[in-house]
């Protein structure tokens, strides 16, 4: 008799793991939960996901919420699986009011150019002089042929950074050669160039359907002084764009951006500057640079994030964080927390001691 009851012991042993596995309420449920995406053209319709549902500490809620509207904050998502845990709005802002990217968007060009290499159009290994014809910087025929797409795409022109936003030609003046120096610089945007005379559209209508409309976002690009064009849209169209880039540029089945791109948006894109990709900044890498200096520092960019979350990072904290581990897109909008900066601040690293209080 004891051999008859130790297979069945087994079998219920199983069902009953099986069932608790199924049960959402039951501890870390989210790994093996089905990624959701809000449907296309309804601007309305999203699934959520209470912090009750995740078993997450509710008392950090309010805690959070207080810091973020004192930092002056407009627009606040949390999503995990695409799911909406928390979506808050404050001082005047709602959800269907458009705020600016600032340099958050620039991700959004590193993304469109991703698209457009991958349909054909460009390379980004490419000189950038191919699509823009010479004469497009100050600099000697033969340094400007050394700057590739892919030095506007990691920040390592060589060009001095020292003049300005604006980027005429008179104001792009050698400082280095291409690849041997990492240096924050608005040249960037001459990819939106690049990527509308390689495909002979304008910047906004390829970008509007390669990307926005793929994804259900709403939005446009404005023009915002020395030729910058900055993106304005909702907090829940960048939570959008997040979404997508947490799954590796698919959206609900279909891959907007090829993964071997993503992945290299991603992670480190040169070894000047460990913490940055594409246009993207990297959280967890051995050392980092800052906007408008040389220096290198060492540790994570934010020591309180995740290590392997990357980040699109604004003027007046803007706020894109992406954190596969955790399946987790973290939006913030609205106006500078302290001081106006470029796109790291302190701010970022009392944010996520605040968010981590609430799923440690």
Not at 10 to 31: G, M
Not at 167 to 195: C, E, F, I, T
Request: aromatic fraction near 12%; hydrophobic fraction near 35%; charged fraction near 15%.
């Amino acid at each position: 008799m004891k051999n008859i009851y130790l297979p069945l012991l087994l079998i219920i042993t199983v069902l009953a793991c099986s069932s608790k596995n199924d049960d959402p309420t039951q501890e870390n449920p989210t790994p093996t939960e089905t990624m959701y995406f809000p449907p296309i053209g309804d601007a309305t319709t999203w699934e959520t996901k209470s912090v009750a549902d995740l078993e997450w500490n509710q008392s950090a809620i309010q805690p959070l919420l207080d810091y973020l509207e004192t930092k002056h904050s407009k627009g606040f998502m949390i999503l995990v699986n695409g799911r909406i845990v928390m979506e808050n709005y404050f001082n005047g802002h709602s959800a269907t009011t458009p705020w600016y990217w600032a340099s958050a968007g620039k991700t959004l060009t590193s993304t469109v150019t991703g698209i457009a290499e991958q349909q054909g159009f460009l390379n980004i290994n490419d000189k950038v002089s191919q699509y823009l014809g010479t004469g497009w910087t100050s600099e000697t025929l033969a340094k400007e042929n050394l700057i590739t797409n892919k030095h506007l795409l990691t920040m390592s022109s060589g060009l001095d950074d020292a003049l300005g936003d604006d980027v005429s030609p008179s104001n792009l003046q050698y400082k280095a050669d291409a690849g041997a120096r990492w240096a924050y610089h608005n040249v960037y945007v001459k990819l939106q160039d690049v990527v509308a005379a390689a495909t002979n559209q304008t910047w906004p209508n390829y970008f509007n359907t390669q990307l926005r409309d793929k994804i259900g976002m709403t939005g446009s690009w404005l023009q915002s002084g020395e030729d910058l064009s900055v993106y304005w849209s909702t907090t829940r169209s960048m939570a959008r764009f997040g979404l997508l880039m947490l799954n590796k540029g698919k959206w609900n089945g279909t891959q907007i951006l090829n993964e071997n791109y993503f992945n290299a948006a991603t992670n480190t894109s040169q070894n000047i500057n460990l913490g940055y990709g594409y246009l993207w900044w990297l959280n967890g890498k051995a050392n980092y640079h800052l906007p408008q200096s040389q220096l290198t520092f060492p540790g994570s960019i934010i020591p309180t994030g995740p290590n392997d979350m990357f980040m699109a990072l604004g003027k007046n904290d803007q706020k894109i964080y992406v954190i596969p581990s955790k399946k987790m897109v973290i939006i913030r909008m609205g106006d500078a927390a302290d001081d106006v900066n470029l796109a790291l601040s302190d701010f970022d690293e009392t944010l996520w001691e605040k968010i981590s209080a609430l799923y440690n």
